[in-house]
């Protein structure tokens, strides 16, 4: 299959500003695939003989374990690296490229995760033999969890064209948020409300890129705001690790919180409750229950098996 087929193969894997839509859906229907045959068998041994390393400078749960256990399903194997700043020769002062060089020798993709915005960026530079996949620079992108949000939303209501979604809380540092409005303007007729306290709002720069290419956005101020009928709410942490002090951190950790009785007051039938997780207050406990709370069953399900297809896609040229 030539190269054009399969967008993917190869590829470093850094901004949803590098994808189209079919891009995406191509992505989506080798989930689908992927999931068929695990949801049967428990694996698909796509991956047999390739090994992936996992670099990651900053603490994940999901992320980290989704990619291990991707990998895994798929019969390929895994160098885990949490916490290289204590563990690896970072502590003596390695840097980012040298490391990188380093793992490709060993391994044919190297997933990583950096505090620091652009470090992705760095790797794929250093990185001349195999692909880097970003998992979340700083506030910068977080091009994987937009594909499993993407997906996720996809797959609930059939189409991304059309869709009016909200995305709440934190939307100046988290990257979750800007991979995914970048992501959503790929497709056609998208309104997206932007709900934040003021010093955490969107950056000029995504809303740009997303206005540029049709979506029409819209900054509401307050809860009250929330339009009727959205097809999904993806509700963020704020990010205390992005914060220089404390205290500006408690000011805005709870502006906006998801309850039952917002949703039973504001959310439609076919509305889809959304997080990236972890989730520290915002969405309270009695919202869990909800059969449109998708933030702990099918999010991360999907997260998996769209990462699977990921790492079939990036790792082999016939996907
Ligand atoms: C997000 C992240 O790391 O950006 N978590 C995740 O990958 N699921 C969101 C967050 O930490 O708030």
Not at 3 to 26: A, V
Not at 54 to 78: D, M, N, W
Not at 106 to 132: K, Q, W
Not at 251 to 277: N, S
Request: net charge positive; hydrophobic share 40%.
């Amino acid at each position: 299959m030539p190269k054009k087929t399969n967008p993917f193969f190869s590829t470093d894997i850094l901004s949803l500003e590098q994808f189209s839509s079919s891009d995406l859906l191509l992505l989506f229907g080798k989930a689908d695939k992927i999931r068929k045959v695990v949801e049967k068998k428990g694996y698909i041994d796509l991956l047999k003989g390739k090994l992936a390393t996992l670099l990651f400078y900053e603490p994940s749960s999901r992320t980290f374990s989704s990619f291990a256990a991707a990998v895994k399903r798929l019969g390929g194997q895994v160098i885990e690296y949490q916490n290289p700043t204590q563990t690896s020769s970072a502590v003596k002062g390695e840097t980012i490229s040298d490391s990188t060089k380093v793992f490709e020798t060993y391994s044919d993709v190297i997933i990583m995760r950096h505090p620091l915005e652009g470090t992705a960026r760095i790797a794929a530079e250093a990185a001349t033999r195999v692909p880097v996949i970003n998992a979340g620079d700083g506030s910068g992108e977080h091009p994987t969890q937009a594909f499993l949000d993407l997906y996720t939303m996809y797959r609930q209501h059939k189409s991304l064209n059309g869709l009016k979604i909200i995305l709440v809380g934190d939307l100046l540092y988290g990257r979750t948020v800007h991979s995914l409005l970048k992501g959503l303007a790929l497709f056609k007729n998208v309104t997206v409300y932007l709900l934040s306290p003021k010093n955490l709002k969107m950056p000029d720069h995504v809303k740009a890129y997303a206005a540029k290419r049709g979506v029409k956005i819209v900054e509401i101020s307050s809860q009250k705001e929330i339009p009727e009928g959205c097809h999904v709410w993806y509700w963020t942490r704020v990010q205390k690790e992005r914060f220089r002090s404390l205290k500006e951190y408690e000011k805005v950790k709870l502006a906006y919180v998801l309850t039952k009785t917002l949703v039973d007051e504001k959310a439609g039938k076919k509305t889809i409750l959304m997080h990236p997780l972890p989730r520290v207050g915002e969405i309270t406990l009695d919202v869990d229950s909800d059969p449109r709370a998708l933030y702990l069953t099918e999010q991360i399900k999907n997260g998996m098996y769209v990462r699977m297809a990921l790492l079939a896609l990036v790792l082999l040229k016939n996907g």
